[in-house]
């Protein structure tokens, strides 16, 4: 596609739910990150993936977090057993190879109640 | 490790003055890249402008330049003839090498409200 597209937009879930989000990358762009941005906060860097592979998860905050990343190219974000605090906005962006410019979506506005 | 820090959490500009915004970095590489985003309210991500650390002219893309001070360790971001739609949290970031790939490092952003 044109963009980074990111499902759902907004999602409301009861503490204790598991939800999943969607990252569609940019068609041809290897490498994918993932990033959670609470209210007023800067960018939190939670796990990136070049192709398939996530080489480094220690900006998961919990083991409630996993992703994965499936033929190169769309990303999933689980969250299971949801707390208040993970309510935030988490913003996925793509680049090429190397790249010096991330492209990123519009973000999915979680809210944990 | 990667640090990048904004001092101001928040600045004021008349329309059409030029403003600046601080970021300093902290790094250990001797490549990296430099990045500010733009944030307006809707929450998107807009990219505007790259320093690259080997890059010897200061970058520029229209009303945007960075003030890049590599000894300072600072790469600010100048705003020219400021506009209403330049309202908006601009965050500095730092593409440095971890675990395999370049991963950029965002600051705690700086809000910008332009004053007509």
């Known amino acids: 596609g044109a963009g980074v597209s990111q499902s759902p937009s907004n999602k409301v879930t009861e503490k204790g739910k598991d939800v999943e989000l969607r990252c569609d990358p940019i068609?041809?762009?290897?490498?994918l990150y993932w990033y959670r941005q609470s209210l007023g906060q800067g960018l939190e860097f939670l796990i990136y993936f070049q192709g398939n592979s996530a080489p480094d998860k220690s900006g998961l905050p919990s083991d409630r977090f996993s992703a994965e990343r499936t033929g190169g190219s769309v990303s999933t974000l689980t969250i299971q057993r949801t707390q208040q605090e993970d309510s935030a906005v988490y913003l996925c962006?793509?680049?090429?190879?190397?790249?010096?410019?991330?492209?990123f979506g519009s973000g999915t506005r979680l809210t944990v109640v | 490790a990667q640090k990048i820090t904004q001092t101001q959490p928040g600045m004021f500009v008349q329309e059409k003055e030029a403003v600046t915004l601080d970021c300093t970095y902290d790094t250990s590489d001797q490549s990296y890249g430099l990045f500010w985003y733009k944030q307006p309210s809707s929450g998107e991500m807009i990219f505007l402008i790259y320093q690259g650390s080997y890059d010897e002219q200061n970058a520029t893309e229209g009303r945007y330049s960075l003030n890049f001070q590599k000894a300072r360790k600072s790469a600010n971001l100048v705003i020219s003839a400021s506009q209403l739609g330049d309202s908006a949290m601009y965050f500095c970031?730092?593409?440095?090498?971890?675990?395999?790939?370049?991963?950029?490092?965002f600051g705690r952003g700086t809000s910008l409200i332009v004053h007509p």
């Open positions: 962006a793509s680049s090429p190879a190397g790249g010096t410019e991330y492209t």
């Open positions: 970031a730092m593409r440095g090498y971890r675990g395999g790939s370049y991963i950029p490092t």
């Open positions: 068609s041809g762009h290897t490498a």
